[in-house]
């Protein structure tokens, strides 16, 4: 049963007086029981109409939005920035011959190896300072981890880095242990 939503408010009014005239000592509660077990199915349908009117409202406002989204690499990108990257865009444009395409391609940056970074780095002339200094910190980061594991990308030289630096910082915090303790004795 669908009910228009004017309708159904003016006749829920309706409803709702007529349960205050036939309970009069009844608390708020009980009244909203009553109406609830003797006309659930006008409710449902007036919620049904509102919720039917927020998505259709939903779906008007999404649909505006379509083609309007940021370029990659845009400050109102949808990409989380790398820690310490912050600077670098998720995907950066590699020329001449890639690991996939023979004539370059954009590469997501977790997934660009060491040449991937260096054949964009020479393109990135017209960047901000800091963006060009990020590239090359993360070039030299890449670089270490390559000599080991060549081809390694982005995203394992990162992996690889948090799990230093966590190991780094258990080691300071059991010698900080180690020095409280010879300090009690």
Request: glycine fraction near 6%; hydrophobic fraction near 35%; charged fraction near 30%.
């Amino acid at each position: 049963m669908k009910v228009e939503n004017g309708h159904a408010v003016a006749k829920l009014k309706r409803i709702i007086e007529q349960t205050r005239e036939a309970m009069p000592n009844a608390s708020s509660a009980d009244m909203a029981r009553h109406t609830m077990d003797h006309h659930a199915g006008l409710i449902n349908s007036w919620v049904f109409g509102l919720l039917c009117a927020r998505y259709d409202a939903m779906r008007r406002n999404r649909s505006g939005m379509i083609g309007k989204r940021p370029r990659l690499g845009h400050p109102g990108q949808f990409t989380l920035p790398l820690p310490g990257f912050e600077h670098i865009p998720p995907r950066i444009f590699v020329s001449g011959p890639t690991r996939t395409n023979k004539q370059g391609a954009r590469v997501r940056l977790l997934s660009a190896t060491l040449t991937d970074q260096i054949a964009s780095l020479e393109l990135a002339v017209n960047e901000s300072a800091e963006e060009l200094a990020q590239r090359r910190r993360l070039i030299a980061l890449t670089r270490r981890y390559d000599k080991k594991q060549p081809g390694i990308t982005v995203r394992e030289v990162l992996k690889l880095q948090a799990a230093r630096s966590k190991e780094a910082s258990r080691k300071r915090a059991a010698r900080a242990r180690v020095k409280a303790e010879r300090s009690r004795h």
